[in-house]
């Protein structure tokens, strides 16, 4: 045994020993350990059943009540709050016991008979009358613990007949009757509440869409009746309560919609005049809002029936419009007009308004992995409604400066980075062809249009202006599907004042001198995404994005071909032609509260043809970093088996145009908003030509021995969502290595990554 093992051996002794909390129960209780289940049946029941049942009652037993915790084996929150106890416990011991203690669960807290009771009430719930229970206590006097084991034994379920609506008066009974065709029962169904609660919510809900205003799934009872039969069957009836009010059993119509397009608390709105405008009132002193623009976010109407889901459906799309802070929309009932089959609602909207103007202004202090670090600030000014049609209009500039404190060859290496953009978005699609809003139920789409300058000093190197415009669409589909799509986006960029230093590392590499001389790039890109990560309260998420950039297509139509072969200009300016594609695709399975096992791929190629040999370089695609594989600096991993460490030169980029990656994360809760997580990365990047200044970087069939790999382990302070993200990774597999040195796990080659937000 070496002294290393030894040593690990003698604290695993000492903490157990340590942990040992039997010297601390009284003498007159035992501690309890949990309970066994034993299921049998008097008649045959299918393995799926029985799963469930069993499912159904271990979560009885489980939390009736739950039995102290323990790691590896160790009550260690049980022995904090033991060490609590001692007369002086000392500030150590008090914080531990704060933090990580648990009282003792003794076996005089569990009530066996009242869990044999719950654990027949869950199978009557479920049709499995008469069934019996029993239990034991199983005690343990020298490890002073105790346990119970509880046998039931199951008796043969009670299935339905026939599902009949009883005695329900008109037009409800119509109603009920006409969705029927979608109920969950089903006949030769086993009795379960469970399931008959569902169905009452089900009618509800469907009621609440065609008008039942006052109705509630409570007002309905469900009879069952098992004397027409002797071999456990029985009629199932469904009845209205009496004490079921006149104004619940009938639909209600809107008679009349009032909206205030500019309210506030102090607001008096007894003295307004209404404008009428497509049957409905809206009431503003003065302009605040167009009613052409507001009023297709309205899918409320004079003379329908109440429905809570158009109701839902104006309040979201009038609240995704930028200008409201708060959307209310109340219902008053018109006693008046109340008659046997109909009832008349006064639909009241009010919005109240954000603030038109305001001014941001963001602070930074930047730290990037290339050591160059620096402050930042940026200054915004947003106009909100700014041509009242709900306009958001956002200026913004910037200014930021870097230095390299810890360069090579300690060259003074610094730069400075201006930038001004401009940004305004409608809340409705504009388009040379009308599109009615009735096509865009769920929401309608926003038209976004953008204008950036930029200027980058890299002081030694070279100075970059670049500008970019974009025209666009992007709309949500419904709650976890979105659209977005960019017809024009045009990027240019002009490199000037180019170093001699800098034009010698060009010169070494051709596709990186390509890369830079794209300077125009014109086309359309299109995105489409799926996130299944909104739905919190499923085990299994998916969420799925693909992007689309296409560039170059349309200006090829105006340009025309160089005699000599060199790439075609437009307006003087050479332009690039390429298409990308990009898949993104997340998968979360949730074990329970905040442990949840978070994976993803990606996949991207981009193809430069036609007027281009390579991607522009603002389009390639680079690997490492703590958004991808965490164990390699940013730009550091790829392409292929290339080596960068063996790059003298300052400014260099490891770019490819096909990158592939995967990440795994086991992410579980440590304290209140601390989180921990434990994860592998691998990926890279690669070229589909070689590029002679990149050796080793020509994707081949061997690229499954080309990956980057890594581990390790991070801490994340999430508070509401806002995530500071610590990592610290290991690569274990460094393709850049010759092969059969690949597998190493060298912590001397750690990478500690500061980021916010979760990776994926």
């Known amino acids: 045994m070496t002294f290393k093992n030894f040593i690990v051996l003698c604290i695993l002794i000492v903490l157990c020993y340590a942990c040992s909390v039997t010297k601390y129960i009284p003498e007159d209780e035992l501690l309890y350990t949990g309970a066994t289940l034993e299921i049998e049946s008097d008649s045959l029941l299918k393995d799926k059943t029985k799963d469930i049942i069993k499912t159904n009652l271990n979560s009885v037993i489980s939390v009736t009540p739950k039995p102290n915790g323990n790691i590896l084996g160790m009550p260690i929150g049980l022995y904090f709050y033991y060490k609590n106890q001692q007369e002086h416990p000392g500030f150590i011991n008090k914080w531990l016991y704060k933090n990580f203690g648990e009282e003792p669960v003794y076996q005089s807290d569990v009530q066996p008979f009242e869990v044999e009771s719950l654990l ?42 026939n599902y009949t609506l009883d005695s329900l008066p008109q037009p409800i009974e119509s109603n009920i009757s006409a969705g029927l065709d979608k109920t969950i029962i089903k006949k030769d169904m086993r009795f379960d509440l469970p399931l008959m609660q569902n169905e009452r919510k089900r009618i509800d809900q469907s009621l ?76 503003q002193d003065e302009l605040f809002f167009k009613l052409k623009y507001l009023d297709p976010f309205l899918t409320l109407e004079e003379g329908q029936h109440y429905n809570a889901e158009n109701s839902k459906n104006t309040a979201r799309r009038l609240s995704q419009i930028g200008t409201y802070k708060f959307v209310n929309i ?111 139920k769920y929401n309608i789409p926003k038209t976004k249009t953008s204008l950036s300058l930029d200027y980058l000093d890299r002081k030694g190197y070279f100075s970059l202006i670049s500008s970019s415009a974009l025209f666009g669409y992007t709309w949500d589909a419904n709650r976890l599907v979105t659209y977005e799509i960019n017809p024009i986006s045009i990027n240019y960029t002009k490199p000037w004042n180019i170093t001699t230093d800098f034009q010698d ?22 995105s489409f995404t799926y996130n299944g990560l909104l739905e919190t309260r499923k085990r299994d998420q998916i969420f799925f994005n693909t992007k689309l950039d296409i560039a170059g297509n349309s200006l ?39 442990h949840v096992l978070a994976s993803r791929i990606f996949a991207g190629y981009g193809i430069a043809y036609g007027n281009s040999t390579i991607l522009p370089n603002v389009k390639q695609y ?61 990926g890279n990047i690669w070229n589909s030509i070689e590029n002679p200044a990149l050796p080793g ?4 069939s061997d690229f499954l021995q080309e990956l980057g790999m890594g581990a390790g382990v991070g801490l994340r302070v999430d508070v509401q969502g806002f995530v500071i993200r610590l990592d610290l990774a290991t690569p274990f597999h460094n393709p850049a290595l010759p092969e059969g040195e690949r597998y190493e796990f060298d912590t001397q080659e750690s990478v500690l990554n500061f980021a916010i937000g979760y990776p994926f």
């Open 208 to 283: 609440k869409k065609i008008g039942y205003y006052n109705f509630n799934e409570r007002f309905l009872i469900f009879e069952a009746d098992t004397n027409q039969y002797k071999n456990k069957r029985f009629d199932l009836f469904l009845k209205l309560k009496e004490e079921t009010p006149k104004e619940a059993i009938i639909p209600y119509e809107i008679s009349e919609i009032n909206i205030y397009p500019y309210y506030n608390l102090e607001t008096d709105t007894s003295n307004m005049a209404a404008e009428r405008y497509k049957e409905k009132n809206y009431y």
């Open 120 to 161: 027949l009430n869950r199978l009557d719930n479920r049709g499995f009358f008469y069934s019996s229970s029993s239990s034991e206590v199983i005690e343990n006097a020298d490890e002073k613990e105790a346990s119970v084991d509880y046998k039931v034994i199951v008796a043969q379920p009670y299935k339905m007949e």
């Open 556 to 594: 090829s139509l105006f340009s025309k071909d160089n005699p000599d072969g060199s790439p075609n200009e437009i307006f003087g300016l050479e332009y690039a032609q390429y298409a990308k594609a990009d898949v993104d695709i997340y998968y979360h399975h949730r074990f329970k509260k905040d």
């Open 505 to 526: 590392i060009l010169d070494d590499n051709p596709y990186m001198q390509d890369s830079f001389e794209q300077e125009f790039i014109t086309g359309m890109t299109f």
């Open 697 to 700: 970087g020509k994707f081949s």
């Open 622 to 682: 680079f690997a490492g970093g703590p958004y991808s594989v965490r164990a390699f600096r940013i730009r550091s991993l790829g392409p292929g088996t290339f080596d960068g460490s063996t790059v003298s030169d300052t400014y260099y980029d490891q770019t490819g145009n096909i990158r592939l990656e995967a990440n795994v994360e086991y992410r579980f809760p440590i304290y209140s908003f601390l989180k921990g997580a434990a994860f592998v990365d691998a």
């Open 330 to 440: 109340q219902y008053k009932e018109i006693d008046s007009a109340l008659t046997d089959s109909l009832g008349k609602l006064e639909a009241n909207i009010y919005l109240s308004p954000l603030n038109k103007r305001a001014i941001q202004a963001e602070l930074q202090a930047v730290t990037k992995s290339n050591n160059f670090t620096g402050p930042a600030m940026s200054l915004s000014f947003i106009n909100r409604n700014i041509f009242n049609g709900g306009e958001t209009l956002k200026i913004s500039a910037k200014i930021g400066y870097e230095a390299q404190f810890t360069s090579k060859d300690n060259e003074d290496l610094s730069s400075t980075q201006l930038g001004l953009s401009a940004e305004l978005l409608f809340p409705r699609i504009i388009f040379p062809v009308k599109v009615g809003p009735h096509f865009f």
